[in-house]
């Protein structure tokens, strides 16, 4: 069992920067790719990012080279760093444990946190 909590989001101005953090419990967070989620009022949940356990990444188009995907597993933390943001950004925000399948598809992820509020 892992449980999920992320913390960094807020209010920012467009073209400014935040950093997600999404601290894990249990012994096996390593062995988990991790990904990043956002889902905006009245919207599906949309995929942003994974990073596998041997720390290769993956990005949606709509966050290519502007967010940052990270993993520190001595903290048992996956990170992601937000640049260049802009008010089509304002969602909430959620990482989660990819169990297996398809990884930009939210059903095949095992475990989630709560959110964080991010508004541009």
């Known amino acids: 069992q892992v449980q999920l909590v992320e913390s960094g989001g807020g209010l920012v101005q467009a073209g400014g920067s935040l950093r997600l953090s999404c601290a894990a419990s249990?012994?096996?967070?390593?062995?988990?790719?991790m990904g990043w989620f956002r889902q905006a009022p009245g919207e599906e949940r949309e995929f942003l990012a994974i990073?596998?356990?041997?720390?290769?990444?993956l990005y949606a188009d709509s966050v290519k080279g502007r967010f940052t995907i990270s993993r520190d597993n001595a903290k048992n933390t996956v990170y992601l760093q937000m640049n260049s943001l802009k008010p089509e950004d304002t969602a909430v925000y959620s990482c989660?444990?990819?169990?297996?399948?398809?990884?930009?598809?939210?059903?095949?992820?095992?475990?989630w946190g709560q959110g964080t509020q991010v508004t541009i």
């Open positions: 989660a444990g990819h169990n297996s399948g398809t990884y930009y598809m939210a059903a095949n992820y095992k475990y």
């Open positions: 249990g012994s096996t967070f390593s062995r988990y790719a």
């Open positions: 990073i596998w356990s041997g720390f290769s990444t």
